[in-house]
């Protein structure tokens, strides 16, 4: 063998056993699309309707084991004051785990902020979890393959096989992942999977008493949650990302980030 | 060509080799690119099981009407009636079973979530009847006098 030949025949070699059999297949969107026509689970929050009573997030805290002690949580619920002058102030206490039953504002480091009543032009409450994106930045970091998107469009987290990296929770521009502190991986909404895959609802859901928090299925017609998101002027968060979020918002104001 | 040239070569193929089998070993089978495509559904495929069979805790007013169908009722007819069961009770588990009774929450926290007057015009929030809870009978509990499963104030 030459030494033309034999350099010739390593780089074929080598080029050839670089690219792994899976890089070569070829995704069309239409056909993901096309093999998945039932079932694609979306949320609906209606802002006008959450009273920040905050029981969502103590059901989602009981349901999936998070500890109630731990400053982490699956959803919270953000409270916003708009003053008459323009400025916005908003909180959010412990996630909201025991409601906002308060009028003090909790600014941080600049202690807290009581507002008038008569200052105040607007102020609600909006409850925020996992929007379960339709392109997800996090898995797309996760090194292991331990993240994931079903085919029903639900993240997931493979505890057996996430390693802990955290790029995930760096990863998703909404901060709704977190470490878990008894379970050692990243924890995130898995909009109730156990729950909503035998038919039933999502806990924060059973639990809000005012139907502010709906989950549902986009692909059905009928569904209230796919009229809604179909019918009526619904907003999604930090939508410059391009994550195309499933988490649908009524009354969603430019002060919500 | 010479020895030399050939011996980085084997243990390159043994490397490479030992990795397969180490894969084939430690991967499961069903580990690999799944509906979503290899960017967004690379993952083991029983882990989306796993999942579905977390246990729920939270059964809903259903599962307390098949025995507790009087507190249901009485709860359905009251301004309370769009409250669960579980919010206030606690999550059933596998109630009656495990555990035996549930520890209900009476506390004067659990009613302020909601009945804290906060000014919050543009929510839902405005339309619930509040108090100051600083200055509301601080010294009794709110199930002292108001009934949870019928706050009529007329009932009183």
Known sequence: MKRRDFMKNALVFVSGASISASALEFIDPKKVLADNPDLRWAFLVDTHKCVGCGFCVKACKTENDIPMGANVTRTWVERYVTKKDGKTVSDSPKGALNGFTNKKIDQNHSGMLEVPDEDIAQAFFVPKLCNHCEIPACVQVCPVGATYSTKDGVVLVDRKWCIGCGYCIMGCPYGVRFFHPTEHVADKCTFCYHRISKGGNTACAQACPFEARRIGNLRDPNDPVAKAVLNQRVGILRDEYGTKPQVYYLGLNKEVH | ?156
Not at chain 2, 63 to 77: A, F, L, Q, T
Request: glycine content about 6%.
């Open chain 2, 1 to 156: 060509m010479k020895g030399h040239v050939w011996r980085p070569l084997f243990v390159v193929i043994a490397l490479v080799v030992f990795i397969l089998l180490f894969r084939a070993v430690y991967v499961p089978d069903d580990f690999g690119v799944q509906d979503r495509g290899y960017t967004f559904g690379f993952h083991r495929l029983s882990n989306e099981d796993e999942w579905k069979e977390y246990p729920a805790k939270y059964k809903g007013t259903e599962y307390c009407n098949e025995c507790h169908d009087d507190k249901v009722e009485e709860v359905s007819i009251s301004s309370h009636e769009m409250i669960n069961c579980e919010n206030c009770h606690g999550a059933a588990f596998d109630h009656p079973d495990d555990p035996e009774t549930l520890t209900i929450n009476r506390s004067r926290d659990l009613c302020i979530r909601c009945h804290s007057a906060l000014y919050m015009p543009s929510s839902g929030r405005n339309d619930i009847p509040g108090i100051d809870p600083a200055e509301h009978n601080t010294e009794y509990e709110c199930a002292d006098c108001h009934n949870p499963h019928n706050p009529s104030l007329e009932e009183m």
